[in-house]
């Protein structure tokens, strides 16, 4: 049943590319489906100064680009709409701000509730936070603020932001997006575990070889040079995205599905992360940043735009993460991510041992979670569609199976509607894990890297197959 929200959204970066990529047509999508009606607007707010009528027409130009519908309920849509210039540091600007989100709200009877959208550089979230709060913007409904990443570059710098945001608005408003966390695939596997007894009883050390984490993608960097010279690969997947898809899979199952309980599984999780000495981070994590393909026709990571000619930020990483708990000590989790790669993929591998299960998996089985369907198939069992197989182990919970699927950030923006956060990062997580990755990072800042050392379409360097080999193992993604 589709409950209708009432709400002012406010996005800051209203003109940027995340607003009208992601955001404008996930609202458009909740607009269809009656999540959204009458009762809403979106004030989007940016530097430059345009009309309502002017940023409306660039909201309808983008919708366009990925819906066929009739272009009278885009402008329908594009009429909850509104434009306010603004310059984060221009107190006065947040006046104008407020007194338009009261006179929406009047006009739009939206229940006093407000979304405030960080689509704004990570420099100003800090910044835009106090102001909200010192200027008066929030209203007597609910106020929720909603934050894009980078959550910062290390624990320090993590620290710092949540400092400054957490003056402003209590951890409970606050909605830290990892969009993984709103992939169909990755909220459908606490019901997964919770229907498949067999399964969860067997997710344990006892079963489990290993598990292995892959996010691959085959473009390289495009037109992100810059923002990627100041990330690389583990900062922007792997201290967010992978740990969050661990979490999905490894923390213990909750006794209840409130977002209090799950949220402590998962802190409990990423506190047991066994930090890696410099020495075992030479040992288990491994980088690599593409060259040219075997062609030589694609420009190799050092010859994209915006990329410095001896850059030593690397666009691929391997590791082998291990966990102190009573669930998971002893079981390596294999994460993997690159750019450049064959294909484009995003998968878990849970693979089992030799044992025989008590429950019912079968010794050596590997079970495959795609968290991008491949082929309309969502569940491998040794490579095969769960369909196809007579098994009674494991199974798409049937909400999963109807061909419904939603984006990610529609279902995140539904959840913030509802005040859910579940699917949401807690700040907790986040410093856990960004001790994890810091101690990576600075081990590497202080090595030169011999970049680049794969070539485009490969799977990465050697050193990836050998860290598994190592260990009796192989990638199952080959
Ligand atoms: P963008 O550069 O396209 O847009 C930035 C927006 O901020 C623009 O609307 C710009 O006018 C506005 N802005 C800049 N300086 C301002 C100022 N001084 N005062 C007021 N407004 C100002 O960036 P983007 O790609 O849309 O990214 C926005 C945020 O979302 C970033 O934090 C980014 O890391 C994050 N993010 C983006 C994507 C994506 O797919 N684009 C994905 C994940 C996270």
Redesign the pocket.
């Given at each position: 049943m589709v409950k209708e929200r009432s709400a002012i959204f406010i996005i800051?970066?209203?003109?940027?590319?995340?607003?009208h990529?992601?955001l404008y047509p996930s609202l458009f999508r909740l607009y269809k489906s009656g999540y959204l009606k009458d009762h809403f607007a979106v004030i989007g707010?940016?530097?430059?100064p345009w009309s309502d009528d002017y940023f409306r027409e660039t909201v309808v130009t983008s919708l366009k680009e990925s819906f066929k519908d009739d272009e009278k309920i885009m402008e329908d849509f594009a009429q909850h709409f509104f434009y306010q210039s603004?310059?984060?540091?221009d107190s006065e600007h947040y006046i104008a701000l407020k007194n338009l989100a009261a006179k929406l709200d009047d006009q739009f009877d939206a229940g006093h509730n407000r979304v405030y959208y960080?689509?704004?550089?990570?420099r100003?979230f800090g910044t835009v936070a106090e102001h909200i709060n010192s200027e008066g913007l929030k209203a007597d409904g609910y106020n929720r603020l909603v934050i894009?990443?980078?959550f910062g570059r290390d624990l320090d710098s993590a620290c710092e932001l949540n400092g400054n945001i957490s003056k402003a608005f209590p951890e409970d408003d606050i909605y830290r997006i990892d969009?993984y966390l709103g992939k169909e695939m990755i909220q459908a596997i606490p019901r997964i575990r919770a229907n498949n007894s067999k399964f969860e009883d067997a997710l344990n050390s006892k079963y489990v070889s290993n598990i292995q984490v892959t996010l691959a993608e085959s473009l390289g960097v495009e037109d992100r040079g810059g923002?990627y010279e100041t990330a690389g690969v583990l900062r922007d997947m792997v201290q967010n995205h992978i740990m969050q898809i661990i979490g999905a899979v490894a923390s213990d199952e909750p006794e209840a599905t409130e977002a209090k309980v799950i949220h402590r599984n998962r802190t409990a999780l990423f506190n047991s992360l066994k930090v890696l000495s410099p020495e075992e981070v030479d040992k288990d994590f491994v980088r690599g940043q593409y060259d040219t393909d075997d062609l030589g026709e694609q420009k190799a990571y050092r010859q994209e735009d915006n990329v410095a000619s001896d850059s030593q930020i690397e666009t691929f990483t391997a590791g082998k993460i291990s966990f102190d708990s009573d669930r998971w000590s002893g079981v390596p989790f294999y994460v993997r991510s690159g750019k450049r790669m064959p294909d484009k993929s995003s998968r878990i591998d849970i693979v089992f041992n030799d044992k025989v299960t008590d429950f019912g998996v079968r010794p050596n089985t590997v079970v495959t979670l795609l968290i991008e369907k491949v082929d309309g198939q969502s569940i491998l069992i040794n490579g095969i569609d769960y369909r196809e197989l007579d098994q009674d182990f494991i199974e798409l919970p049937t909400a999963e199976s109807a061909d419904n699927s939603r984006e990610a950030y529609e279902s995140l923006i539904i959840d913030i509607l509802a005040g859910n956060r579940i699917h949401f990062t807690l700040w907790d997580e986040l410093r856990s894990t960004w001790k994890y990755i810091d101690a990576i990072r600075q081990r590497w800042d202080s090595q030169t890297a011999d970049f680049p050392n794969y070539i485009s379409g490969s799977m990465g360097p050697d050193s990836s197959e050998m860290l598994l080999e190592r260990d009796g193992n192989s990638w199952i993604w080959s």
């Open positions: 800051f970066g209203g003109s940027g590319d995340l607003a990529r992601k707010t940016a530097r430059r603004h310059d984060v540091n960080m689509a704004i550089a990570p100003f894009e990443k980078p969009h923002y």
